[in-house]
């Protein structure tokens, strides 16, 4: 069976991976509201519920006592592939890629056809919840 296809079929039934996760952000306590593992999602939350300003100043990430420093807007891109374990592939030709935006670029280099459409899958990472 085509590996995007087997994908999407378990991502449609009722067995599809949870993809929302407790925060782990530490600001004196544990956070620990339950957040859709998205980009948007994630920035929304770190910015009302952790005040994090979504610009080019440097923040530690305190992700479970992480501290490694990040761009505000980078933030939720950190956590999603360090953290909560996020995964892209190429559709096509299932290479791994780092981040959720690598797609673009992987489409311009690759010498297969294929990619040059292609989409990126996404695979969530464990410690999901359902909700």
Known sequence: MDHELAHQILLSS????????FCGILAGRPCSQVVHGSRNSLRRHLKKEHGVIMNGTKVPCTWLGCLEQQQGG???????????GFRWECSHCTSRLPRDDAIRRHRDISD????????????????????
């Open 74 to 84: 980078n933030l939720p891109r950190h956590i999603l592939r360090h953290h909560l």
């Open 112 to 131: 297969e056809e294929g990619c040059k459409t292609a989409t990126a899958v996404v695979f969530p990472g464990p410690g999901g919840v359902w909700i």
């Open 14 to 21: 009722n067995w599809g991976t949870p993809d929302h996760y």
